[in-house]
């Protein structure tokens, strides 16, 4: 059965926007991380990560029991790098002691994407945390080395349509790829913090070629320092997922709108918010300043 939310006792709109601040002030001050990147786009990948273990056949993995804290899956090597997202945490986890881990990593990811210009996301909370028992068994995080079909199949296991797959995976337009993490290198000088629609202009109009890098690991690499993985690069080589590719590349809205019903979903998935009342939506720091 689904997991059921449950409210904290007594916490609103206002005890999480406070949670949304801290995270977004710490987001501002650490600012040189990763070569001034920032932890932006780690945290967004931490909140997929947390999210993608879940699996709808039985019910298992997902973001509710934030089971990222035991040792099990935040060493599954697909998680590397993610120590640095989960670091940042640990300030804010001391501070708001009352949210559970699985709020913490999906509104950590919330924060991140609309600080750094993204769309709204409404977010729930209601996770519980889970008993170390209770976490999910390495390798269900996706390989990117393969090829359009094995997207497609590996979206499937969460319900994810082709339209919902092109979407999320526009999130690539943040960060980077390190060697050390993922055996994949790039893009040189050209990753950002800013959520925008460039991946799939990208995709389009760059010239990509296959090379192997320095790991070994083939990648798609472009003239002007622009890298894809072979994942990635399968958006454009698949005529079904091609399609919401271009759509994407001309309409921004488009795929801010689109992106944000697919991330929802993704933090969501398996969890029955039942009577708990509607999303909220939080301000950004901009929005509060004034
Ligand atoms: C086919 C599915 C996917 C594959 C194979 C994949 C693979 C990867 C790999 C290999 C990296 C580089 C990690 C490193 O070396 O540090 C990466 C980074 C990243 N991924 Fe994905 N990813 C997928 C889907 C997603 C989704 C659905 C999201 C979010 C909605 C996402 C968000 C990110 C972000 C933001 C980064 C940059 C992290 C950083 O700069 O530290 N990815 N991904
Ligand atoms: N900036 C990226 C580009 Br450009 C293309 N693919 C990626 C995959 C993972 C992380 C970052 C990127």
């Known amino acids: 059965a689904l997991h059921l939310a449950k409210a904290q006792d007594g916490k609103s709109l206002e005890d999480f926007q406070k949670v949304y601040n801290a995270i977004a002030e710490k987001l501002r001050d650490e600012d040189e991380f990763d070569g001034y990147i920032g932890y932006g786009p780690n945290l967004v990948r ?68 609309q600080e750094m210009q993204g769309p709204k996301i409404p977010w729930r909370p209601g996770r519980v945390d889970a008993d170390e028992k209770d976490t999910p068994e390495n390798g269900r995080l996706p390989d990117a080395s393969q090829d359009g079909s094995y997207v497609r199949h590996y979206f499937g296991r969460f319900g994810f349509t082709d339209q919902e797959i092109v979407a999320l995976l526009g ?56 890298m894809m993985l072979p994942t990635d690069y399968a958006l454009v080589q698949d005529g079904k997922f091609r399609k919401y590719v271009e759509k994407y590349a001309k309409d921004q809205d488009a795929f801010f709108e689109d992106f944000k019903s697919a991330y929802v979903k993704l933090l969501e998935n398996g969890i029955d918010f039942g ?12 929005e509060q300043d004034s």
Request: aromatic residues 14%.
């Open 275 to 286: 009577k708990l009342g509607k999303a909220y939506v939080f301000k950004t720091l901009d």
């Open 171 to 226: 999130a690539h337009c943040l960060g980077k790829t390190h060697l050390e993490n993922s055996g994949y290198e790039g893009p040189w000088g050209a990753a950002t913090n800013t959520f925008t629609n460039e991946f799939f202009v990208n995709l389009l109009n760059e010239n990509w070629k296959l090379e192997k890098n320095e790991a070994g690991n083939k990648q798609y690499n472009s003239e002007k320092g622009y």
């Open 46 to 113: 931490l909140s997929w990560h947390v999210s993608g273990t879940f699996d709808k056949n039985d019910n298992s993995g997902g973001s509710f029991g934030g089971t990222y804290r035991f040792k099990k899956e935040a060493d599954d090597p697909a998680n590397k790098g993610l120590q640095n997202a989960a670091h940042f945490l640990e300030p804010i986890a001391k501070k708001f002691p009352w949210i559970s881990h699985g709020d913490l990593y999906t509104l950590a990811g919330v924060t991140a994407l």
